[in-house]
């Protein structure tokens, strides 16, 4: 039985990513019992995968072979690890409130540190030279100039815009706002719609080509190259 998965194993997952791509699909039909275990499927070996790679490429090589090498200070992070679980016990609960302390502050100085090198070089950024530079990178600087200060406008929330001065940049940075969403929105569906022709392109040319129908393809396909011709 295991040569027999071994010599067919391409055949095997092939036929098993086939089976889950279309499972996971049927949604679009309706809830079904199909699609929840392939989605049950799906979120275990996720799981499973994620514990593989924390051990293989995090904790063994950067705590467990450190420590077993000689740096036996290393214990002291499973010590720490270890006190994360006893959220689970209604009488010592305090011990993991002192790590999760620790962490969340050490989490928070890191990113207030990385949001600060971040939006300070975008602050200094925003400072476009509009004069002296050309004309196409002018046009370019007064368009970022504009958006900028536009989109402050309008998240100028300070006192009441009432008169037509203060609305009028409030508007246009709503809309600059509801046009850079529009962006990211269709960047987001494009990329669905990549994750979709790649599964249908591993449907029809791998799966159903090399594994179900090979003859009845190559029949289709010439057909289909007459009929284009013609």
């Known amino acids: 039985m295991l040569n027999w998965i071994s010599n067919h194993?391409?055949?095997?997952?092939?036929?098993?990513?086939?089976?889950?791509t279309i499972s996971i699909y049927t949604i679009l039909y309706r809830e079904n019992a199909?699609?929840?275990?392939?989605?049950?499927?799906?979120?275990?070996?996720?799981?499973?995968?994620?514990?593989?790679?924390?051990?293989?490429?995090?904790?063994?090589?950067?705590?467990?072979?450190?420590?077993?090498?000689g740096q036996w200070y290393w214990i002291f992070a499973l010590i720490a690890g270890a006190m994360f679980y006893f959220i689970y016990s209604e009488k010592?609960?305090?011990?993991?409130?002192?790590?999760?302390?620790?962490?969340?502050?050490?989490?928070?100085?890191?990113q207030f540190k990385s949001f600060a090198g971040t939006n300070i070089d975008q602050i200094h950024?925003?400072?476009k030279p509009i004069v002296g530079v050309g004309l196409a990178t002018s046009l370019n600087n007064i368009v970022i100039i504009f958006v900028l200060l536009t989109v402050m406008a309008y998240f100028f929330f300070s006192f009441e815009h009432k008169s037509a001065v203060q609305k009028a940049p409030?508007?246009?940075?709503?809309?600059?706002?509801?046009?850079a969403f529009g962006a990211m929105f269709?960047?987001?569906?494009?990329?669905?719609?990549?994750?979709?022709?790649g599964r249908i392109n591993f449907l029809l040319n791998i799966w159903i080509r090399g594994m179900v129908f090979p003859e009845l393809y190559g029949l289709f396909h010439s057909y289909f190259h007459l009929f284009v011709r013609h």
């Open 9 to 20: 194993n391409v055949l095997i997952y092939t036929w098993l990513a086939a089976f889950g």
């Open 34 to 69: 199909l699609y929840r275990v392939a989605e049950h499927v799906f979120i275990g070996a996720a799981a499973g995968y994620t514990v593989y790679t924390a051990w293989t490429e995090t904790l063994k090589p950067q705590w467990w072979d450190k420590m077993v090498a």
């Open 92 to 110: 010592h609960v305090w011990i993991s409130r002192l790590i999760f302390g620790a962490f969340l502050g050490l989490i928070a100085g890191n």
């Open 125 to 127: 950024a925003s400072f």
């Open 170 to 179: 409030s508007v246009l940075g709503r809309w600059v706002l509801m046009f």
């Open 186 to 197: 269709g960047a987001t569906v494009m990329a669905r719609m990549a994750l979709l022709i």
